[in-house]
């Protein structure tokens, strides 16, 4: 019996230590601390330099902070730590703020964030961009193109040899003939070239007519070279982050200068990222670039801490997403409301360093949409909106079988009066 | 007992038929191909023209379609506001202040620009309601009118020259007041905020005037004489049962309608369960918007109002009636009845400013126990402190030169003094005059400087309207204009450098609860302090005796009389330069853009010779039917006034009304320009008070003048069936009328079809089904006054467009919401006028919708809310829906009023001619900041109509969405249910068997009533009837015009199913 004890408790030592092996295995995940870090530290915080916070390079040698715990601690709750702790008293002396609340942050975060930070602070050279590869459907439709006027010229010469040779056959047969008629004057060719014309220029005329005003690959020239890639793609920021009010408003809104100073207050140089070009393949100076919004924002990398954000200017940028005055769109039902993506309509703007108008923001294109999407009714779990619990009908019909989904067209989706009122 | 007549005009009830076929096209004018007269060929524009015209449409068209977009710049915050969301609106409680009227509202901002006024609605409130008036609502149009004063400036020969600095023009007045000398006086209107009373007491030799363009002097000494003070009680219209207004317009322009239309509600709301309701009595001189609604009224002379109270009197203490109209004696004797059946539980008021008269009202008060109950001494009211002697003293000291400075804030005596010309040339006497004035109104023209105050909604302020309740203004928007507080100018030339902004706050920093109570005021609107005791005095029996022989001893009258009204628009002559206001159509006479005499159908014969009852067809026709109205002249003394003529009924003999506020001066802008005559100059002083009554002779003066009515925009048909009026008597005796009715269609439409479901029955249509929500509307039309407040909300919230008096007189209004008015009377006699229906009237959104069918591409057509849609970008104008609209609803954009064309300026063009210039004004990048940014701007020759509301739709469910709940009650709610103050509008979900409106309809089912329900349109608002509190019984009539034979109806659809 004592046998099997000591027996059944190594197996339970040995099914522990491999159980806690994995989860500290976990506890290295640098992809998931980098997402953290993204999503909450990063307005704040850089590894390299100091910002709106210290620099958290090195942050495990510094104060108590090897301690995971205390590091939680602080993070979940940062008044009630300070309360008896001088050093972070010292650190809100010196940044003038105290860092937010994070009470969410669990142990497991901590460590997350802290071997993401441990990662990044070991600077690894970026790799050199690749080449973009040349288009080849262009040059396809030429040869194409060539080869299909080659073959009716050949066509036509065949064609005119033919009834060159019939004439003459004719003639050495005493058949007469009337004089020849030029194809330029036959007029069955007239009518069907002009019939060919007519619907060609009528399919032309329409589809100019149609995308009139349409601005599909719009994408202007804005005046501060803004890379959605490197913030939103590489950096990994939020898009709520700036476009804040497309949770809460029709309006995505462009973010005002101070959300830039934000993070642009620690980061005045662009250094590790890739080089950006602009369309003309010049390239561009990301460091000039955020020199621009200090212009904005008047403030001084020599002196950080003079900066008064009052004499701020705002920047006026250009429109890239424009709807016509009858039509009424409102972010916060889709972003919040419908979960919708953003990249659903803006496309993928974390690949993008200029945005380009992607959708072609017609009524088709909306329709299509509201046609095909389906609305979330399961509200118990799987995070619908209560708000759809009004409609019985549909409950029932699902609970039923009589209903597979509920699209955005049977609740409305299709009405005239959803946009245009 | 014969039947009722409802009516709108004398066309229908003389010659309904003949009248009927003049008015019933929808559109009645030629299509506008210019000089296409005779045949195809001759026309001036044959068809080649014709061709040119169409080749160069569509070229023109193409190259305006095809340039280039234009780039278009979007500019974020420098440094965003940490509580502001661009493209959501906030809520800001501020206070409507003008001339002593305190209406507490929230202002709806968006983008930091105040869009639209809302009641502001606190809970526990005894003061903050949530109603609103029309001159409430319009007055967010004003904060945006191009004619208000930008900077202060200082007269120079005969024009104004600015000032440039306000230091400059603070030494020029330090200056001029010193060597001005004599007294320094401040001519205001009611002043009732408590600050600015401070600041007045602090300017060491200030003497204060209150001045009130229509006085309430005769009130205050009334009641000062009775032992109250010179005060005025709060009104409880609520506690009574018997409501007797002896000429008082409570419900419209009397003191403080908005406050006394929700208390008299209480009153009127009935069903057959509990068939109780208040009983409304008038006594007056002309057809008011009160006397409209009441129960009984009964007409008398102007002059004769004291009689009449003397009369009450004598009869409520068991005396005679010393009265010779027999008809006036049983009403006073039937009314001293009710009064006395009902003590402690009435109130009888009085709009007369004869202090001798009020004294005996008082007495009649005291005799029926209203003091203490439905009359409150411990809160008296601040509404108007004006005393007419106060100001009659202050002319004279300026005519003596007594007065070194006059300076002028509310007040505009040049144009409403009652010796007007005697103040203007008084005021030249005073050596240095300044007006604080917003606009540049006659007594500003005639100052030395003008140095404009901010509109309320720019301003810091507060207001007292009655004892224990203060009320709060906050700016919400940054001054538009170089314009300065005249509380500052006042802290500043009394020696004191504080800004009025600071000063405000720091004073009620100070008062009692200090900063915290002071803004939890600022963020309610206001703060409400516990009753202060029992009351002011009590009443003294000690007038009485002067009072009655005084009255006893007036003269009688025989002749003409005139008696001065305001209408609730345009008030004392403030709503004039308002465009909303101007073409807001008054509740009794319908008619925009102009003041005009009400006169009796009676002296109509006499004196102009047009018969109304018995005259031919077409004379009474063409006086209804064309916008040409006679013309007298209006001579009192060596005054002399035009103007035209609108008959009414129900008006007393020989008595005309006419409505102040008209006739402005010409440098108050586009709007109040030209429109109508002043009609102050019929006022005059007796001694103590201003009169607003008196003896006039006639004339006419053979000219017609066209004036823009709206009643007959619409026509129904004869299909009277749309306004339902009952009594109570009928009411309790034949609870069933209105269900009986319904049954019977539905028995006549389920006729040979297999379901029994009215709603499925008799359509070719497939039926509309509302998986969601399905919303509705219910009217209580006993709860409907007609005051217009709904119509200039809707304005307001929907970006409907002002069309000017020249496109109302086309028939071209664009209003979404109308308020039709009935007049009730026996069918014999129009003028004996048993009472007024008003009835709201704006898209019933049918379910089976008569204009959904015709519209060829489809751009009207039903949503899954049960709405009735239109859009406008798919709209071609055809027009066919508004044609096929029982209710006449639909408004088509004959020009572009709105500037919204992709043509730049396509307002003036030979189709409509010229536009007035109040289009133009509207459509100035100033005026356009109230448009609503959630509505279409509609253009040139796309029909509109009600959407209920739809963006204020979208926006509560998408809050509801927000917040993860489903919709709630109440989250949704149309602009003119919240306007009104009588909560007359009901509005949700008709789904949710729990929310109000459904309620509504199944708990009153006796009223319960859909318009022209016979057509099977089915609507989805429902009306509740209106109930005259009176014995006549009306006895049911047979249902033999059920089922009308063209409705697409059982007959079509029944031969299928056999």
Request: aromatic share 8%.
């Amino acid at each position: 019996m004592i046998h099997q004890h000591v027996l059944q408790r190594r197996f339970l030592v040995l099914l522990l230590s491999l159980f806690s092996l994995t989860s500290s295995l976990f506890a290295q995940d640098i992809a998931a601390g980098k997402a953290l870090f993204m999503g909450k530290c990063a307005s704040c915080h850089n590894v390299l330099k100091d910002g709106t916070g210290p620099a958290l390079k090195g942050l495990e040698e510094r104060h108590k902070w090897a301690d995971h715990k205390e590091l939680q601690a602080w993070i979940n709750n940062p008044a009630a730590y300070m309360a008896k702790d001088p050093y972070t008293q010292g650190l809100k002396a010196k940044y003038g703020s105290m860092m937010t609340a994070f009470s969410e942050i669990t142990l497991a975060d901590v460590d997350n964030i802290v071997a993401y930070i441990n990662d990044a602070a070991i600077v690894k050279v970026a790799a050199p961009g690749a080449g973009t590869s040349e288009p080849q459907g262009d040059q396809n439709a030429v040869i194409f193109g060539i080869i299909s006027l080659v073959l009716g010229v050949i066509a036509l010469i065949l064609m005119q040899v033919n009834s060159n040779l019939k004439r003459l056959s004719d003639e050495s047969n005493g058949v007469k003939t009337p004089a020849p008629i030029p194809f330029f004057r036959n007029k069955t060719n007239i009518a069907l070239i002009s019939i060919v014309f007519f619907v060609l220029g009528g399919y032309m005329v329409a589809k100019g007519a149609i995308g009139m005003g349409r601005q599909k690959d719009y994408q202007p020239e804005q005046p501060i070279y803004y890379s959605h890639k490197v913030h939103a793609g590489i950096n990994q920021i939020n898009c709520l982050y700036c476009h804040g009010s497309a949770w809460e408003s029709k309006h995505a809104a462009i973010p005002s200068t101070n959300v830039c100073m934000n993070c642009h207050k620690a980061i005045n140089t662009y250094e590790k990222g890739p080089k950006l070009f602009d369309e003309e393949g010049k390239e561009i100076n990301g460091t000039a670039e955020i020199a621009k919004l200090y212009k904005y924002a008047g403030f001084d990398t020599s002196n950080p801490n003079q900066w008064d954000p009052s004499k701020a200017k705002p920047i006026e940028w250009v429109k890239i997403h424009n709807l016509p005055d009858h039509v009424y769109f409102n972010h916060a039902q889709h972003v919040r409301a419908g979960n919708v993506q953003c990249q659903s309509c803006h496309g993928e703007i974390t690949d993008m360093h200029e945005v380009k108008q992607v959708a072609e923001l017609s009524m088709g294109w909306c329709i299509n949409c509201h046609r095909e999407t389906k609305v979330n009714f399961n509200y118990d779990s799987t995070g619908g909106n209560k708000f759809y619990s009004l409609y019985e009908k549909f409950h029932d019909d699902l609970k039923s079988g009589k209903m597979d989904s509920v699209k955005v067209k049977d609740i409305g989706g299709l009405e005239c009066q959803k946009c245009h009122y | 007992m014969s039947q009722n007549k409802y009516w709108q005009s004398f066309g229908e009830v003389k010659s309904g038929e003949s009248f009927r076929q003049q008015t019933q096209d929808e559109f009645r004018e030629e299509l506008p191909f210019e000089g296409f007269d005779g045949t195809l060929a001759d026309a001036k524009a044959p068809r080649r023209d014709f061709l040119k015209y169409l080749g160069f449409s569509t070229a023109a068209a193409t190259l305006a379609a095809s340039c280039e977009i234009p780039v278009k710049k979007v500019i974020p915050y420098a440094n965003k506001p940490e509580n502001l969301i661009p493209g959501v609106a906030q809520y800001y409680a501020t206070t409507y202040v003008q001339e002593g009227d305190v209406v507490p509202v929230l202002a709806k901002v968006r983008d930091g620009r105040p869009i639209k006024i809302e009641g502001n609605q606190l809970e526990n409130s005894s003061f903050a309601h949530g109603g609103t008036s029309a001159r409430v609502q319009a007055s967010v149009l004003d904060l945006y009118d191009q004619h208000r004063l930008r900077y202060p400036q200082q007269k120079k020969g005969d024009s104004f020259q600015e000032v440039p600095t306000y230091e400059q023009l603070d030494k020029l007045i330090a200056e001029q007041m010193k060597a001005a000398g004599g007294t320094t006086v401040l001519l205001t209107s009611t002043l009732n905020s408590p600050s600015t009373q401070a600041i007045v007491n602090g300017f060491v030799g200030l003497k204060h005037v209150q001045y009130d363009a229509v006085s309430y002097s005769g009130l205050l000494l009334a009641n000062e004489a009775c032992g109250f003070g010179r005060q005025l009680p709060s009104y409880d219209f609520s506690k009574a049962n018997v409501v007797v207004s002896l000429g008082a317009d409570f419900l419209g322009t009397w003191l403080s309608p908005v406050e006394f239309a929700k208390g008299y509600t209480v009153g009127r709301k009935v069903d057959a369960k509990n068939p109780t309701m208040s009983k409304h009595y008038q006594f007056e001189g002309y057809l008011s918007l009160t006397g409209a609604s009441a129960d009984e009224r009964f007409v008398h002379r102007p002059s004769q109002t004291g009689a009449v109270a003397l009369a009450l009197l004598a009869a409520l203490n068991g005396g005679a009636v010393a009265l010779s109209d027999a008809k006036l004696k049983a009403g006073v004797e039937k009314v001293a009845a009710d009064l006395n059946k009902s003590k402690g539980k009435s109130l009888v008021v009085c709009g007369s400013n004869d202090k001798n008269i009020q004294v005996v009202v008082n007495a009649i008060n005291q005799a029926i126990g209203a003091f203490g109950s439905t009359i409150d001494w411990s809160r008296p009211a601040n509404y108007r402190k004006g005393i007419d002697s106060d100001m009659t003293a202050l002319v004279e000291a300026m005519e003596a030169g007594q007065v070194g400075t006059l300076m002028i804030y509310g007040a505009n005596p040049v144009y409403n003094y009652h010796d007007a010309d005697r103040f203007a040339a008084a005021l030249k006497k005073v050596k240095l005059t300044v007006s604080f004035n917003e606009r540049m109104d006659e007594t500003t023209e005639q100052c030395m400087f003008s140095v404009p105050a901010p509109h309320y909604l720019e301003s810091w302020g507060d207001a007292n309207p009655k004892a224990g309740v203060t009320c709060f203004q906050q700016p919400t928007i940054h001054p538009l204009f170089k314009t300065r507080p005249f509380q500052t100018s006042l802290l500043k030339w009394s020696g004191n450098d504080t800004d009025y902004d600071v000063y405000f706050k720091n004073y009620w920093n100070n008062q009692p609860g200090g900063e915290a109570a002071f803004n939890e005021g600022l963020q309610n609107g206001l703060k409400e302090e516990a009753r202060a005791g029992s009351g002011a005095g009590s009443y003294s029996s000690a007038a009485l005796a002067g009072a009655t022989a005084a009255l006893n001893a007036y003269a009688a009258v025989n002749g003409t009389e005139v008696v001065l009204y305001q209408k609730t628009s345009i008030g004392t002559g403030t709503g004039a330069t308002n465009p909303w206001l101007q073409e807001l159509p008054d509740g009794v006479s319908k008619a925009t853009w102009d003041n005009y005499a009400l006169m009796s159908m009676p002296m109509a014969k006499e004196l102009l010779k047009l018969d109304l009852m018995h005259g031919t067809e077409k004379e009474i026709n063409n006086y209804e039917f064309y916008p040409q109205k006679p013309v007298v002249k209006i001579t009192m003394g060596k005054k002399e006034v035009e103007l035209p003529v609108i008959v009414v009924p129900g008006m007393q003999s020989n008595t005309i009304a006419i409505a102040v506020g008209y006739g402005r001066g010409e440098k108050l802008g586009k709007t109040a320009a030209g429109v109508g005559q002043n009609a102050y100059v019929f006022s005059s002083f007796d001694g103590t008070t201003v009169s607003y009554q008196g003896s006039v002779t006639l004339a006419d003066a053979g000219r017609k003048h066209k004036v823009a009515t709206t009643q007959i925009h619409g026509t129904y048909d004869d299909r009277t069936e749309v306004v339902r009026e009952t009594t109570l008597a009928t009411l309790v005796k034949y609870p069933n009328t209105i269900p009986d009715y319904r049954n019977h269609l539905e028995e006549a439409y389920g006729k040979g079809s297999d379901t029994t479901d009215f709603r499925k029955n008799a359509t070719l249509y497939g039926e509309h089904v509302q998986p969601g929500i399905k919303w509705g509307m219910n009217i209580d039309m006993n709860a409907c006054y007609g005051c217009g407040a709904c119509v200039v909300a809707c304005n307001a919230e929907n970006n409907v467009p002002v069309v000017g008096k020249s496109e109302v007189l086309r028939y071209h209004d664009m209003h979404w919401l109308r308020i039709d008015r009935y007049f009730v009377s026996d069918a014999t006699d129009p003028n004996q006028l048993k009472g007024v229906v008003f009835q709201p009237m704006m898209c019933q959104h049918c379910d089976n919708a008569p204009c959904e069918n015709v519209c060829p591409v489809a751009a009207t057509n039903h949503s899954a809310e049960g709405i009735n849609q239109m859009t406008y970008n798919r709209c071609i104008g055809t027009r066919y829906c508004a044609n096929n609209c029982p209710f006449k609803v639909r408004r088509f954009n004959w020009a572009d009023y709105t500037g919204a064309d992709s043509f730049p300026n396509n307002r003036d063009q030979q189709v409509v001619g010229k536009l007035d210039p109040v289009v133009e004004q509207m459509n100035d990048d100033l005026t356009r900041m109230v448009l609503n940014p959630d509505v279409t701007v509609r253009s040139r020759g796309v029909i509109e109509k009600c959407s209920f509301c739809f963006q204020r739709l979208q926006a509560a469910k998408l809050e509801a969405k927000k917040q993860n709940r489903p919709l709630a009650d109440g989250d949704a709610k149309t602009a003119c249910q919240t306007a009104c103050s009588a909560n007359a509008i009901v509005f949700g979900n008709v789904h949710d068997k729990e929310s109000e409106i459904a309620q509504v309809r199944t708990s009153n089912h006796s009223r319960s009533y859909y318009v022209l329900e016979q057509l099977h349109v089915l609507p989805n608002v429902s009306y509740l009837a209106k109930v005259r509190n009176t014995d006549e019984l009306i006895e049911p009539q047979a249902h033999h015009v059920a089922v009308e034979e063209h409705a697409p109806a059982a007959g079509e659809k029944a031969p299928a199913h056999h």
